[in-house]
């Protein structure tokens, strides 16, 4: 499977774009990408447990079309564990203190019910290149 | 699958919630109702968005549209014209104060904007542990596109115009160092990535580890081809398991697929890379002490000349650049050098990443454009102090930077105002210290650190540094004189002048600058032989206060040194002379009878 | 201590890791680092050991092993509990929190009780400074620690 030119490389990126859900808000795509900050810091705070209830509680409510990743640091360190939701076509947002229990509540609401849990939302100040 | 259609955000942050805002999303929420549109718009009040000066705000998602000082009676215009009609309502955008054009997207503010991505571009956005994942946003595009189109040539004038400069400390010009590691010839040459993030309170370099470790490996060719390098180490801690982990995945994996090892992207170029481990050593962090280690010696610095650019690793050209120098090059090579001269300041382009912490709000990792201010970075984005204390200063750059005072809080942040303030850019560690910390005891901190972590190697560093720590015990304990702080600064200026190494030159930074800026609180404990801020022991006096104490006897009991005397009912006296200050009896009073001064 | 015992297995498994290296120049810090996770620390025998298998001199294994913080002469208890005292939680009150542990334990940082359970260790930010104060058990950290709650962490670990 090695990658034998740039172009290949470039082919292989265009096909990974559409598969995972990322990019700005406002393209429209079929997955909802739920993304645990799993740094040093992160994990020190909880983020596995919050990760495997999520991924649980998912399984529970039988959701499909949803893709959990264990990310680097969002840099929100005063309140890991963090949690990104980014629905397709919608503002990505940011929550923190995530403990295993809100995180069922993220699920539950946000995932399932397209409804924000409001107390645990943080701002999510910065610009990507 | 989302049953709202809309979200209307109401910032319910202490500041907008003091103008009103809770009453703000009632009537947004009872309009919503009365109009029949519950199922389908929710009025949500979230946490504070940071722009307490506009407040209270109200962010519309998608639409994006942010409104600012948004009255309780606005809620009816927002639901009739922007809910029912999808108007926004003019009059309540955000408009800039410089050009006064309004803007209604979050991700056009300003305020914003003071946070640009540039190193940390992938983290918390990827899956570190996925290649597929760094490959979809553009990963190691950039190592192809100057394989198949660029010379090394071309390569290092493009690197030197971007105007990069080494982000572990020095601030040498990155297109410079590739330069130098060119030029010379050999039949082997090594790239290095220092990774021996030894700065305590400084870890932006784990974190791009951790979160984007292709980022760092591609790099790493990059400069391989540019130089004429086919191998590089990455000297990391030990003490960072989880990056090690990741990175040795990521290794693993673009191994597998071709992106290093043998005729990369089928053209002539080999790389690959290896991982050596540090063990615990804060001066390895210099480059020629590293350099020793990963030749499993001590890790002692030697002098430059010879640079490593010449004489490196077994005695071969090398270059070494930190992790977040490499974090940067990829974005450089498909963005173009002019685009990221365009950010910064004159001398330090592009951005810098500062892990806030101490005394301050929001600690985490905070990624801004050079020439940024610090009042900025500490107030605006860091959230100012906690629990409502005063700033008293901030510390940047590690055991090697200084001590920053509320004077100089405007300073533009780039290399050479650091510098000229007495501090240094350094790894990016940033603590900010209240009312409450003593500079003294801090200074005394960091000499410990240096004494500590000193290698041995050469005098005025070994033996200098601990004189200084000696004299900043002497004083903290009550006992300095004036003749210690003349000490200190002729000492300080000597260490400067005569280490070995860029460690050693700059240890005497924490004790100088303080002396600088906090001279007040050095007479202070000298003279007047007193703590201000209350926080080294020996000059503390623990005093019952007579309006207040009851005789409850909790103080006396618990004293360890029975000098507390008193009876059931009757005001309790301390005795200074035999008092232990351990603050015992502070903590056991429950009627705020016992002050500290 | 059996777990602390010098035993032959422990000594081919070291072997076996050596003989597997191409090169043997240079990886004397690798080599170490292994002996270390195999041995838990470093006494005078496995040093020795080291410099015959590399064919360096015992002075210069004894040099590396001494000059990095990480390698230890000494054995350590059955528990590690490492102190951060990284600037970020210095100014949050690391140094109590030390002393309280110090107090509790009557050990010194760098010291094992007499019944070889616990390691007191002093260690330079393990980069959670979030979370400053932060100690770390084995491994697992504990954040924003206040002197009160020492005595109960190590109680979680005095019968394990």
């Given at each position: ?51 495997s209830?999520m ?75 | ?9 109401v ?48 962010k ?36 800039e ?19 640009l ?32 189109e ?110 290093l ?102 600690v ?22 906690r ?38 850019m350094?790894s ?5 210290l ?43 304990e ?80 618990v ?20 008092c ?18 | ?122 260690l ?37």
């Amino acid at each position: 499977m090695g990658i034998k030119s740039l172009d290949e490389l470039k082919a292989l990126r265009d096909k990974l774009k559409t598969d995972i859900n990322v990019r700005a808000s406002g393209e429209i795509k079929s997955n909802t990408r739920v993304i645990v900050g799993m740094a040093t810091c992160g994990i020190a705070a909880g983020a596995r447990p919050v990760f495997s209830a999520m991924v649980d509680e998912a399984r529970l409510l039988d959701l499909a079309r949803v893709t959990f990743v264990q990310s680097g640091c969002m840099g929100a360190c005063h309140s890991e564990p963090t949690v990104e939701v980014r629905v397709p076509g919608e503002e990505p947002i940011l929550y923190g203190n995530v403990t295993p229990e809100t995180a069922r509540d993220i699920i539950r609401k946000h995932i399932r019910s397209g409804e924000l849990v409001q107390n645990l939302i943080i701002g999510r100040p910065f610009e990507t290149v | 699958m989302s049953a709202y259609r809309m979200h209307l955000l109401v910032c319910g942050g202490t500041g907008c919630r003091a103008s009103e805002s809770k009453l703000l999303a009632e009537n947004l929420q009872a309009l919503v109702m009365t109009a029949g549109m519950g199922r389908e718009v929710q009025v949500v009040i979230t946490g504070c968005f940071g722009f307490c000066e506009k407040g209270p705000i109200v962010k519309v998602l998608p639409d994006n549209v942010f409104y600012v000082e948004v009255k309780p009676s606005d809620a009816e215009e927002i639901v009739s014209e922007h809910v029912l009609k999808g108007r926004p309502v003019d009059r309540l955008l955000y408009v800039e104060p410089e050009q006064k054009g309004k803007v209604s997207s979050h991700g056009e503010m300003p305020f914003y904007k003071k946070q640009l991505r540039i190193a940390l571009r992938n983290c918390g956005f990827i899956n570190p542990e996925d290649i597929e994942e760094y490959i979809s946003v553009d990963g190691y595009q950039a190592l192809g596109k100057v394989l198949t189109e660029m010379t090394p040539e071309a390569l290092v004038t493009l690197m030197k115009k971007s105007g990069l400069r080494g982000r572990g400390g020095g601030g040498f010009p990155t297109g410079l160092k590739w330069e130098a590691a060119a030029r010379n010839r050999a039949d082997v040459k090594y790239i290095i990535c220092n990774a021996d993030e030894g700065d305590p309170g400084a870890f932006m370099d784990r974190s791009i580890l951790e979160g984007d470790p292709h980022s760092v490996l591609e790099s790493m060719a990059i400069a391989g081809y540019a130089t004429g390098a086919r191998f590089g180490y990455i000297y990391i801690r030990a003490e960072y398991p989880l990056a090690v982990h990741r990175l040795e995945i990521a290794i693993a994996q673009a191994q597998q697929m071709g992106l290093l090892g043998e005729r990369i992207f089928g053209t002539g170029f080999s790389f690959d890379i290896a991982i050596k481990f540090g063990a615990g050593a804060f001066v390895c962090g210099e480059e020629t002490a590293l350099i020793h280690s990963i030749e499993g010696e001590r890790g002692e610095p030697t002098n430059k000349p010879p640079f490593p650019a010449e004489s490196g690793l077994w005695g071969k050209p090398t270059c070494v650049n930190n992790v977040e120098t490499f974090a940067n090059v990829p974005p450089i090579i498909l963005k173009g050098a002019e685009w990221f001269a365009s950010i910064g300041s004159e001398k330090s382009k592009g951005t810098k990443v500062f892990a806030l912490a101490g005394k301050i709000n929001n600690v985490g990792l905070v990624e801004v454009p050079m020439g940024i201010r610090l009042r900025e970075i500490i107030f605006d984005i860091g959230g100012g102090i906690r629990d409502g204390k005063k700033f008293k200063s901030v510390q940047t750059g590690g055991p090697s930077g200084g001590c920053i005072p509320a004077s100089a809080l405007d300073t533009p942040m780039d290399y050479e105002n650091l510098t000229c303030i007495g501090s240094m850019m350094g790894s990016g560690g940033m603590i900010v210290l209240d009312e409450d910390d003593c500079m003294v005891n801090v200074a005394k901190f960091y000499l410990e650190f240096t004494c500590d972590e000193s290698c041995g190697k050469c005098t005025p560093c070994r033996v200098g540094n601990k004189r200084l720590h000696e004299a900043l015990t002497r004083i903290t304990e009550g006992k300095g004189t004036m003749a210690d702080l003349d000490n200190l600064k002729e000492l300080g200026a000597i260490i400067k002048d005569t280490a070995l190494c860029g460690l050693g030159q700059t240890s005497p930074n924490p004790v100088l600058s303080t002396m600088k800026y906090f001279w007040d609180e050095y007479l202070a404990h000298v003279v007047d032989k007193k703590c201000p801020a209350g926080v080294c022991t020996a000059l503390l006096s623990y005093y019952i206060l007579p309006g207040k104490c009851i005789g409850c006897t909790a103080c006396k009991r618990v004293c360890p040194a029975s000098c507390i005397s008193g009876e059931v009912k009757k005001v309790h006296e301390i005795d200074q002379a035999r008092c232990i200050k351990c603050g015992a009896c502070l903590k056991a009073c429950k009627f705020g009878a016992i002050s500290k001064k | 201590m059996c777990k602390n015992a010098l035993t032959e297995e422990k000594f081919r498994e070291l072997d076996s890791y050596v003989d597997t290296l191409p090169e043997k120049h240079g990886m004397l810090i690798s080599v170490l680092h292994r002996a270390q996770g195999i041995f838990g620390y470093l006494p005078k025998e496995v040093q020795l050991h080291v410099a015959r298998s590399l064919n360096l001199t015992a002075a210069k294994v004894y040099g590396v092993v001494s000059f990095y913080s990480y390698f230890t002469e000494e054995p350590r208890g059955d528990h590690i509990i490492n102190v951060c005292t990284g600037t970020a939680c210095f100014v949050r009150g690391a140094e109590g929190i030390l002393k309280e542990l110090e107090n509790h334990l009557g050990i010194k940082s760098g010291q094992t009780t007499p019944d070889g359970r616990f390691t007191i260790d002093a260690l330079r930010c393990v980069g959670a400074c979030g979370l400053a104060p932060v100690i770390m058990v084995d491994g697992k950290v504990y954040g924003r620690v206040k002197t009160g709650e020492v005595t109960g962490i190590v109680k979680e670990y005095a019968e394990v």
